[in-house]
């Protein structure tokens, strides 16, 4: 089974820049496609980027196009998320999964705060 640990949240500025990374332990994910997903207070959990299993296809969701970028490196099972122009409504807590989601590997995700 994977364990999926999230970390690099945390709180500030609009316009400011955070990094976000998902280290999986258990077993390798270097097979499968990998994603964020997000949840915000009040709001239904939502897709925000994925990555293919061998890291050259992306998908991101609309409202994080040009600011938002995923990586992974298959070596130490990481999977990143470089997250710029950060704003406001970016405020969630974020999770890493498989993509599609598996709920199984649900992490306890890592706090994401954007306020000035």
């Known amino acids: 089974q994977v364990q999926l640990v999230e970390s690099g949240g945390g709180l500030v500025q609009p316009g400011g820049s955070l990094r976000l990374s998902c280290a999986a332990s258990?077993?390798?994910?270097?097979?499968?496609?990998m994603g964020w997903f997000r949840h915000a207070p009040g709001k239904e959990r939502e897709f925000v980027e994925s990555i293919s299993w061998i890291g050259a296809i992306t998908n991101y969701a609309d409202s994080v196009k040009g600011r938002f970028t995923i990586t992974k490196n298959n070596d130490v099972n990481t999977v990143y998320l470089q997250m710029n122009n950060l704003k406001p409504e970016d405020t969630a807590v974020y999770y890493c999964?498989?993509?599609?989601?598996?709920?199984?590997?649900w992490g306890q995700g890592t706090q994401v705060t954007v306020s000035s």
């Open positions: 258990g077993r390798t994910f270097s097979t499968y496609a």
């Open positions: 999964n498989r993509h599609p989601p598996y709920n199984k590997w």
